[in-house]
């Protein structure tokens, strides 16, 4: 079946520091691929995506490329900020029938000013 | 528009009790979920419904069960509540005319333990 691996949490970084965030999946056909964040004490809510491979999804300074050859779809940013704090969930669609979800784990960042 | 609500946002259950979780959504998606979120785990899809009168089962089903009697609320039942099922669980919908840019607005949750 689909699944999808992020790299284990929590991660903790400075302010202003370069973010990685590792997302690996495994899939029939050709999924879309999600990144979707959790705010504390909120629901989740859609940061980017993607559809298509090459295809790269942008949001609030966060970027994920589409990687087909190696099955990922790594979630960057340039310079964090305190507000970046947040759970962060890789997941991926068949975009097809009920288009449901299937997620990582999800990865804990917290982010210290 | 309210997006999804969620009710109740807390609610603790003894061994043995039943409740209904209550989700309503006012943007007339076709599509709706119900996930449950366990702590350090990513969600896991209990049941959803592509449409009033139809529902149908995910990953991890057992001891609940769902209606979907209009396309706006999409009720999730606990009969026999058990320490196994204590979670957020989180309800969720979409609209399948957005086939390439299925994005799924979700409600705050609701935090369940059962004691």
């Known amino acids: 079946g689909n699944s999808v691996t992020q790299m284990e949490g929590p991660v903790t970084l400075s302010e202003e520091a370069f973010l990685t965030i590792n997302c690996t999946y495994t899939?029939?056909?050709?999924?879309?691929l999600f990144w979707y964040v959790q705010y504390p004490g909120e629901g989740l809510q859609l940061l980017l995506k993607?559809?298509?491979?090459?295809d790269k999804g942008s949001n609030k300074g966060f970027e994920a490329t589409y990687r087909k050859e190696t099955t990922s779809f790594h979630l960057e940013k340039g310079s964090v900020q305190v507000s970046d704090s947040a759970v962060y969930f890789c997941?991926?669609?068949?975009?097809?029938?009920?288009?449901?979800?299937?997620f990582g784990q999800g990865t804990r960042l917290t982010i210290n000013p | 528009n309210a997006g999804v609500t969620q009710t109740p946002k807390f609610r603790i259950l003894k061994i043995g009790q039943s409740m209904t979780l209550q989700c309503t959504q006012d943007?007339?998606?076709?599509?709706m979920y119900w996930y449950r979120q366990d702590p350090g785990m990513g969600l896991k899809l209990i049941y959803y419904?592509?449409?009033?009168?139809?529902?149908d089962k995910g990953e991890v089903p057992n001891g609940y069960n769902v209606s979907r009697s209009t396309t706006e609320d999409f009720p999730l039942r606990l009969e026999l509540a058990a320490p196994s099922q204590t979670s957020v669980y989180f309800c969720?919908?979409?609209?399948?005319?957005?086939?390439?840019?299925?994005?799924?607005?979700f409600g705050p949750g609701t935090r369940l333990t059962v004691l």
């Open positions: 969720a919908s979409t609209s399948p005319d957005r086939v390439y840019y299925n994005e799924q607005f």
């Open positions: 899939a029939t056909g050709y999924p879309s």
């Open positions: 993607a559809t298509k491979a090459d």
């Open positions: 997941a991926l669609s068949e975009g097809t029938g009920a288009q449901k979800l299937v």
């Open positions: 943007m007339n998606h076709n599509y």
């Open positions: 419904s592509v449409g009033a009168g139809i529902t």
